[in-house]
């Protein structure tokens, strides 16, 4: 892949992010390659409204290898909502998301097992607010 196509990817990929992040109870993380991730995983990878989201960003020509093919599969075989964008259009229309409704849809009742928006964020640590330390944190998984 050349380097403009990558540049062209990574301003999509911004691009998709921001609209995605107007997006009232969705939630939506690009996967960066490395040591930790796996080959060929989707760039992007969230939740909508219960449901779980891969999508691999190509820049307009761009093609699928075969091992990206396999596993947005993988994840459709799983349930997920898979597919390819080359623009923020594309995964709107993937997860079902109008122009004109984006900006407010509710959370689940709360009776069903899920929490409103505004009890999750009653929950948040005011702003300014101290962050734990890594001892704190590790003390969470039960280390010392």
Known sequence: MSGASVAREASI???IL???SRVEGL???KRWGGAMGSAGDPDLSGCYRGRHFEF???APGGRLT???VARLEEWRDAGAIVGVARSPKDVLTALG???QLRHSFPCERIDSGWETAESLTAKLP???ARKPNADEQAGDWGDT
């Open 13 to 15: 990929v911004a691009a």
């Open 18 to 20: 921001r609209a995605l």
């Open 27 to 29: 939630v939506v993380r």
């Open 56 to 58: 691999e960003v190509k």
């Open 66 to 68: 075969k091992l990206q």
């Open 97 to 99: 998301i109008t122009p």
């Open 126 to 128: 005011a702003k300014g």
